[in-house]
């Protein structure tokens, strides 16, 4: 006789093995520990000494391929970035001539994408690459995009480049994500820094 009564399945989770560790105090420590740089500060505050002229140095900065990729996308623009010792730079962006992003810059590094808000919030307009190129669909950056035309900023998108220019100068606004993003957060604040008036961003990640 079939048993017609519904199947039912009581999910267990397994035992987890944890580490453990035990510590047994009483004694003094001393020492001294080397705490490297944060790839994604240094990352963004390249990228953020592009919204002056004036130069600025960067210690403890990693000496890491992400880094590496992003000095020379600076050096591309124009902008001049000295490395006078490990872990050392130096960037002037007083002589920012070409506002063009391209292609090469986005494949090795999805976070050349900072550069947008700086870039557009100084000198009001920018040519730069989708990371990943001409993808049909929602791209992974549309929210940084909604920040910029929030601000007062046209975008435009074509053969896999969004064209941005703030006629003018970028207005402080409210910029609203649908949820959290930490690089388009950090856009939108460096874009409005130079914007004109207050700007709310909601809601904001907390790492920037």
Request: net charge neutral; charged share 25%; hydrophobic share 40%.
């Amino acid at each position: 006789m079939a048993d017609d009564r519904p199947f039912h399945w009581e999910y267990e989770e397994p035992p987890v093995q944890r580490e453990a560790f035990r510590v047994e105090g009483g004694r003094p420590l001393r020492g001294e520990v080397p705490v490297s740089g944060s790839k994604n500060a240094s990352l963004k505050l390249l990228a953020a000494a592009t919204l002056t002229g004036e130069r600025c140095r960067f210690t403890n900065v990693p000496e890491i391929a992400d880094v590496h990729v992003m000095v020379e996308t600076l050096r591309d623009l124009g902008v001049v970035v000295d490395h006078p010792a490990s872990n050392t730079y130096e960037v002037a962006a007083g002589d920012v001539d070409w506002l063009f992003v391209p292609l090469e810059a986005a494949a090795k590094m999805r976070a050349s994408f900072i550069l947008l808000g700086p870039l557009l919030a100084r000198f009001g307009r920018v040519i730069i690459s989708n990371p990943g190129g001409d993808r049909i669909g929602r791209r992974p950056v549309n929210l940084h995009v909604e920040a910029m035309k929030r601000l007062g900023a046209e975008v435009s998108y074509k053969n896999g480049y969004y064209f941005a220019q703030a006629p003018g100068r970028l207005r402080g606004g409210q910029v609203g994500f649908p949820a959290v993003t930490v690089m388009g957060t950090e856009n939108a604040m460096l874009a409005a820094t130079l914007a004109d008036g207050h700007t709310t961003i909601r809601p904001a990640a907390q790492e920037p």
